[in-house]
Structure formats: C-alpha cells, structure tokens
C-alpha cells in the first residue's frame, strides 16, 4: 500500500481498488491508512538508526540512477 503511494503516486482509494482487483483483498481505504501508520511506528527505529549511522560517515553518497 505504502509503495503504491510512494512510487506509483496513487490514491489511497486507488490502492486498495488495486489490491482488490489484483489480490483479491478487501481492504477500505480508512484500514489502509491504519496498515500505513502501523508499518511506519514498526519501521521508524530501523530508520532512525540509520539516520545516526549516516550522520556519522565523513562521505555518503547517493546512486539516483534509475
């Protein structure tokens, strides 16, 4: 759901048409949402850890080939 968002840069309510018509998961758009916020609290200490090891290298670079 998250990567529909992010990536394809569609709607919540597009997503989870989406899911249904190709999964077959009935999911309403306010339950989607609810996933959304739960996966990011999951991830946010993976994140955040991250972040801190970034900030400590002296070089960090970025490949934004396609």
Not at 13 to 26: A, H, N, P, Q
């Amino acid at each position: 759901m998250g990567s529909c968002r992010a990536h394809l840069g569609i709607s919540p309510g597009k997503s989870t048409t989406l899911l249904d018509e190709v999964f077959g998961l009935k999911l309403s758009r306010v339950g989607a949402l609810g996933h959304i916020q739960w996966a990011s609290d999951l991830a946010d200490p993976v994140v955040q850890r991250l972040f801190e090891l970034l900030k400590s290298e002296p070089v960090i670079h970025a490949d934004e080939t396609g």
